[in-house]
C-alpha cells in the first residue's frame, strides 16, 4: 500500500504559481488578496486536499480561535436556540465552539470551566452570574475573557447580555393578577444557585403584594427542569389542597409537564386552571391550548454573545452590559380567573 504524504502550505503554493506568504493571506485574510489569485490558491487546496497547520497558527496568534461554552443543560431545548445562533456568528468570525454542560450544578460548571481553560478556549460563554469566588478568581488570574448570557446585570463582575428576568417574570406576574387570579401556584427550579430562578420567583413575590394578595396564597414546589418533573409538580399542588386557580412555571419545560399532568388528573386548561410558562421554546406553540408564556430573544442574544466574546478576545473595545427585551406571548393557557370553575 503506497502512502501519500500530507500536503504542504509549499506544495499549494507551487501548484498555485505564488509564494507561501500569499497562500497564507489567502487563507487567513483573504480580503487582502485579488479574487483570481483566490480562486487559484483555492483550486490548489482543494486538489491537494491541503489542511492549514492547526498547531503552528495557534502558535503564531497565541490564540485557538475556540470560544468555550458552558450550558446548565443539554436536555431541553432551553438554550438550543440561542447556542445555535451563537456558533453560526463564531464561525463567521472564524472561531469554533466547544460546548459543555453544567447540569445546573456549580462544582461541575468548576471542572467545565477549567477543563475548558486547559484545552486553550480563548474565552467562555457562561450562563447566569450565580458562581463561587474561586472560579471568579481563576478566571480573573487567567485573563480569560467570560461573558454572561440569559441574565441582566449592570452591577454584576463579569459583563453580560440578556434581559432582566425580575421585570420580564413581573410583567407576566401583572397580566395574570389583573384577570384577577388571587390564588397562585408557582413550579420553579432551586432557586439557591439559579439567578434567573431566584429573579423569577421574587417577580411574582412582588406582584403580588403590589396587588395587596397575601403571601400566603402562593405555593411553591421547586424541581429540576423536565417535562416529567413539572407533571410530578402539578401533582403535587393539586394533592396538597392548595386549590390555585393558576400555575406560574420557571420555564415553557415545566409548564408543558404541568399541563400533560392536568390533562391526565381531568383538569381543563384554561378552564379549570391557568397554566404559564417562560422562554417561548418551540414547544409552547405545539400544546394545545398554546401556552402563554415570555418570548425571549434567544437568536438575537446568542448572535450578539458570539460579536461581543470575540471583540474581548481580541482586545476591542465592548459594552459591558447589553440588555434585550423579553415580551409576553397571551395564548390560549391563561384566561381569567371568574372564568375558573
Request: proline share 4%; hydrophobic share 45%; with cysteine.
Amino acid at each position: 500500500m503506497t502512502i501519500r504524504s500530507v500536503p504542504t502550505l509549499d506544495d499549494v503554493a507551487k501548484r498555485a504559481a505564488v509564494s507561501t506568504a500569499t497562500v497564507s493571506r489567502c487563507l487567513n485574510s483573504p480580503e487582502q488578496v485579488s479574487e483570481a489569485t483566490r480562486n487559484r490558491v483555492n483550486e490548489a487546496v482543494n486538489a491537494l486536499g491541503y489542511t492549514p497547520n492547526f498547531g503552528a497558527r495557534v502558535m503564531a496568534a497565541k490564540r485557538t480561535n475556540t470560544i468555550g461554552a458552558i450550558i446548565p443543560t443539554m436536555e431541553n431545548a432551553i438554550f438550543a436556540r440561542g447556542l445555535q445562533a451563537f456558533q453560526d456568528e463564531l464561525r463567521t468570525r472564524g472561531y469554533t465552539l466547544l460546548v459543555a454542560s453544567s447540569s445546573y450544578k456549580s462544582d461541575v460548571e468548576e471542572e467545565q470551566v477549567r477543563a475548558l481553560i486547559s484545552r486553550g478556549a480563548d474565552g467562555l460563554l457562561l450562563i447566569g452570574h450565580d458562581r463561587s469566588a474561586t472560579i471568579m478568581n481563576y478566571l480573573a488570574a487567567r485573563n480569560v475573557p467570560a461573558l454572561v448570557a440569559w441574565a441582566h446585570d449592570p452591577g454584576a463582575v463579569l459583563p453580560s447580555i440578556g434581559f432582566d428576568n425580575f421585570e420580564a417574570m413581573c410583567a407576566l406576574a401583572r397580566q395574570v393578577m389583573s384577570l384577577g387570579h388571587q390564588r397562585i401556584g408557582l413550579i420553579s427550579a432551586a432557586t439557591e444557585t439559579n439567578d434567573r430562578a431566584r429573579a423569577r420567583v421574587l417577580a411574582v413575590r412582588h406582584v403580588m403584594q403590589e396587588a395587596g394578595i397575601s403571601p400566603d396564597n402562593l405555593h411553591i414546589i421547586e424541581t429540576e427542569y423536565g417535562i416529567e418533573t413539572g407533571a410530578t409538580a402539578f401533582q403535587s399542588l393539586i394533592d396538597a389542597g392548595h386549590d390555585p386557580s393558576v400555575v406560574f412555571c420557571g420555564n415553557d419545560v415545566l409548564a408543558v409537564g404541568a399541563m400533560k399532568q392536568a390533562q391526565k388528573m381531568g383538569i381543563n386548561v384554561p378552564s379549570d386552571i391557568s397554566i404559564t410558562g417562560f422562554d417561548d421554546i418551540e414547544i409552547a406553540r405545539v400544546v394545545v391550548p398554546e401556552l402563554c408564556t415570555v418570548h425571549v430573544p434567544h437568536r438575537k442574544m446568542g448572535a450578539r454573545a458570539a460579536g461581543i466574546l470575540v471583540d474581548m478576545v481580541e482586545g476591542r473595545p465592548f459594552p459591558h452590559t447589553t440588555q434585550l427585551d423579553a415580551t409576553l406571548e397571551i395564548r390560549g393557557s391563561l384566561s381569567s380567573a371568574s372564568a375558573v370553575r
